[in-house]
């Protein structure tokens, strides 16, 4: 069926318009291709520029940021990984938890701020702190140790790869990196050579422990260190001596320990000198009201 | 799924060396006439038709919006170069002999052809131009053949009426 209209004298026109065909010149194809390739390559530029362009504002806007720690510098919080240098004076870092006081010329770093765990890195200089934190959240750490506060106040300082511990209030655990600890109270000290060893604690600034203890641990003999220690908080360096020796020397420190102190009643002379492991625990809960900080231990 | 559909969508899709063939000889065609027989000048719009055409050729998908776009964009580069031209013949007065009268009317034509709602100016386009049946155009609208003579008959009156040609009732 031919539904087509009659054409009219306006249709004629049209068609006759459209059979007025001029072809197109042989070269056109060749020109558009020419021409497109031309547009083409800086619209591709401008595509590549601008997915780069948007690549790095997403990594600005989405890049792993350091998290905020609870440590505030003068008001301003501290990021984990961010590091504070003091040139001639010191400067103090707050806390819910405390104080950290860095001395002049020291160096310190956030390491670590999570619920669990609050730790900073001493890596040079001192750092005197004073904290109220619960037992084991927060530690600091020096190049061959970690001091874990166990509720205290102390000092931490550090020369090259060795460090020393000095606390004034409650009770530190110094670890060093093989996992041996020491449990350092109020009035103790701590050094940490430079090879990762630890000292055995002592009570007093000076005198003649410190110096009977350099000797014997440079490889002196045991009896004038023994004779050195010769008061009852004493058995704090003695206890920590047990495991260091041996055979008749461990026989002769446990006799020291013994005219200061009594063995509890669950505790034997053989378990203590075979350095049984519940033995020694339960031995040193006990000499730790000796060694004093009792109430602040609070573990 | 999604590479079928792909598939799908460019086998769907013209080419443009398909198109071109198809088309260059009117499209050129309309560029001679609208810009008043200059061939360099037409070469020159045919080439930015196809130019422009190939970054959306995946637009189309059925012959009668390819062809309504290729009459409309061949139509505005012309006037836009005439207006050009005309900018530059005020700063400097053109010595080229004006356009015949029957590149004029041709032009005029075309001109008044683009004027249209597209509703009119396609099946005129696809009728005249592309020597399509009523049905085939019915076909490519998607709409009844009643309609394609209905909106046939509506764009040749206002065709008429803007070319200031008197149109006979059929």
Not at chain 1, 84 to 108: F, M
Not at chain 1, 126 to 133: G, N
Request: charged share 25%.
């Amino acid at each position: 069926m031919n539904n087509d209209l009659p054409e009219s004298i306006l249709g004629k026109r049209l068609e006759e318009e459209a059979a007025q065909l001029t072809p197109a010149p042989s070269g056109l194809w060749e020109r558009v291709q020419a021409k497109r390739s031309k547009k083409t390559f800086p619209k591709r530029v401008f595509a590549l520029a601008l997915a780069a362009s948007a690549a790095v504002i997403c990594f600005l806007i989405f890049r792993p940021r350091p998290l905020a720690s609870i440590w505030q510098l003068e008001g301003r919080a501290l990021r984990v990984g961010e590091e504070i240098k003091t040139a001639r004076s010191a400067r103090t870092l707050t806390s819910t938890l405390g104080t950290v006081t860095l001395e002049p010329g020291s160096q310190l770093r956030v390491t670590r701020s999570r619920p669990e765990r609050q730790q900073l890195a001493l890596d040079q200089g001192a750092i005197t702190v004073k904290v109220t934190a619960p037992p084991r959240l927060f530690a600091v750490e020096t190049p061959r140790a970690l001091a874990v506060d166990l509720g205290c106040a102390y000092k931490l300082s550090v020369a090259g790869q060795s460090s020393a511990l000095d606390v004034s209030v409650g009770w530190v655990e110094l670890e060093d990196k093989q996992g041996a600890s020491v449990l350092v109270p109020a009035g103790g000290h701590l050094r940490v050579s430079s090879n990762g060893k630890l000292s055995l604690p002592w009570y007093g600034e000076s005198g003649e422990r410190p110096k009977a203890l350099e000797a014997y641990e440079s490889g002196g003999p045991l009896e004038p260190l023994l004779a050195a220690l010769h008061e009852p908080v004493d058995t704090l360096t003695l206890f920590h001596l047990l495991p260091r020796v041996s055979g008749a020397e461990r026989e002769a420190t446990l006799e020291k320990m013994l005219t200061f102190t009594t063995l509890p009643g669950s505790v034997t002379r053989e378990q203590v000198l075979a350095l049984d492991k519940k033995a020694l625990a339960t031995w040193r809960e006990e000499l730790k009201l000796l060694w004093g900080g009792a109430a602040q231990l609070g573990i | 799924m999604l590479a079928e559909l792909l598939s799908r969508h460019r086998a769907a899709r013209p080419e443009l060396k398909t198109v071109f063939e198809n088309h260059k000889d009117r499209v050129f065609t309309v560029a001679l006439v609208c810009l008043e027989g200059d061939r360099a000048a037409a070469e020159d719009a045919a080439q930015e038709v196809f130019v422009r055409l190939a970054g959306r050729l995946w637009q189309f998908r059925g012959e009668a919006r390819l062809t309504t776009w290729l009459h409309r964009v061949t139509v505005n580069i012309c006037r836009d170069e005439l207006r050009r031209r005309r900018r530059s013949e005020k700063q400097l007065p053109d010595p080229e002999p004006p356009p015949t009268d029957s590149f004029i009317a041709r032009r005029e034509l075309h001109e008044a052809i683009e004027s249209l709602p597209e509703t009119l100016r396609t099946p005129i386009l696809l009728r005249y131009f592309h020597e399509l049946s009523y049905d085939e155009i019915a076909t490519q609208l998607g709409c009844p053949t009643g309609t394609v003579a209905t909106r046939l008959h509506r764009g040749l009156k206002q065709l008429a009426k803007r070319l200031g040609e008197e149109e006979t009732e059929p």
